[in-house]
């Protein structure tokens, strides 16, 4: 649900000259394949950048795991030590304002949203492209299936015309 709108942000602030984000999990209880793949996608832009990173704060064990399985580690700081930010997160959250709620997407953008994740993730690991492998193969014939034209018998057709009398 919200990984549409930090891709957005992200994608917002990369294309601005940001070099480094930071991806607060503080109030997360846990993130699906789907968010994690977003995150994964946003590390990659980002270290295209010259000393590019994406940062994690308040990660929390089962966060911090979560990321590790999948080998994220490798590609994003999870709490760095050396962080700017780091014992000021709560000063820091006091400033924020609240996120925009998530928009809607629809079937088609959201099935292209998900894909994307998860291709991103398989291209981490052998371990990561197999677990995914059946999630990336529905997705992708699924948009195959809405990409195709109708076929005669599918296309709608206008109705009768008569002529005035």
Not at 41 to 56: E, F, P, T
Not at 78 to 105: C, D, F, H, N, S
Not at 122 to 130: E, F, G, H, M, P
Request: net charge negative; hydrophobic share 40%; proline share 8%.
């Amino acid at each position: 649900m919200n990984s549409p709108a930090v891709k957005a942000f992200g994608d917002e602030r990369i294309a601005a000259g940001e070099v480094c984000l930071v991806v607060d999990l503080g109030d997360c209880s846990g993130m699906d394949s789907t968010f994690m793949g977003t995150l994964a996608g946003m590390a990659s832009r980002l270290s295209a950048c010259q000393a590019g990173v994406l940062q994690i704060a308040g990660a929390g064990e089962r966060n911090r795991r979560s990321l590790e399985d999948l080998g994220l580690d490798f590609l994003l700081e999870i709490e760095p030590a050396a962080a700017v930010w780091r014992g000021q997160e709560q000063a820091i959250r006091g400033t924020l304002k609240p996120p925009l709620p998530p928009g809607a997407l629809g079937q088609i953008p959201r099935a292209r949203h998900i894909l994307e994740a998860h291709q991103i993730l398989s291209d981490v690991s052998d371990k990561n492209a197999r677990e995914f492998e059946d999630v990336v193969t529905m997705l992708e014939k699924e948009l195959a299936g809405q990409a195709k034209p109708a076929t005669p018998a599918e296309a709608p057709q206008d109705p009768p015309r008569t002529r005035p009398q």
